[in-house]
């Protein structure tokens, strides 16, 4: 039986790529593991049977087996662990690539989180002023010292591993905000993940849902 994994039924993102499941997605292609989706909605979530899955009632989650995975770091960590694609074979570059992974979640998509919650959410409220600055300036360090690693490669440690999927996928995120014009060398290993055929194919299931929904809604 293929794993299956769940995502929004109508997600807020409107089929751009930006929805968690979407690095879950990017890694099965990568290692071409076949799997299905079951679409939840926002009310179902909450129930019990998915809190059963995912006690904070998120997508994604990743079902296989008696085995149930929440969190997108972990299930993209367990894939890759299961599979040659997405971890090198020594265990040095194990290691570098899996801290690569945990960089992504901790360190950098935080501040950029953080950054895009409140220009979206607190530009209404009397502290928006003067907390922005302080928001774009910890968003800006993350990227700057980011992008001094990178430098000019192509990926963080030589060949593509999990640890550039879920660094790309964070940087991703913040594509639409025009941050990453600011570090050309960010900007480009972005768009050399999204020029990957898993990652194009991971990126057409995720825009075909909200296609469909659409499609369901103007009928």
Request: charged letters at 25%; a neutral charge.
């Amino acid at each position: 039986m293929n794993p299956t994994i769940t995502a929004f039924k109508a997600s807020p993102d409107r089929g751009r790529g930006l929805a968690r499941d979407m690095r879950v997605r990017w890694a099965l292609e990568e290692v071409g593991q076949p799997y299905d989706v079951r679409l939840v909605t926002f009310e179902e979530m909450k129930q019990p049977a998915h809190l059963a899955l995912s006690p904070f009632g998120q997508i994604p989650t990743y079902e296989d087996g008696d085995l149930a995975l929440f969190e997108s770091g972990s299930i993209v960590f367990h894939i890759a662990q299961r599979h040659a694609a997405l971890l090198p074979q020594d265990a040095a570059g194990r290691a570098r690539a899996v801290t690569w992974m945990f960089a992504a979640l901790s360190t950098v998509e935080p501040p950029l989180v953080e950054r895009g919650m409140a220009g979206l959410l607190e530009r209404d409220k009397p502290w928006f002023e003067q907390r922005q600055p302080m928001l774009e300036e910890r968003a800006r360090k993350v990227l700057r010292e980011l992008s001094a690693r990178l430098g000019e490669a192509e990926w963080l440690e030589g060949a593509f591993t999990a640890g550039d999927l879920m660094m790309a996928g964070v940087l991703f995120r913040s594509k639409p905000s025009g941050i990453l014009n600011e570090f050309p060398n960010l900007a480009a290993y972005v768009a050399r993940a999204e020029a990957r055929p898993a990652f194009q194919r991971a990126f057409a299931a995720q825009l075909a849902v909200f296609q469909a929904a659409s499609a369901a809604e103007g009928t």
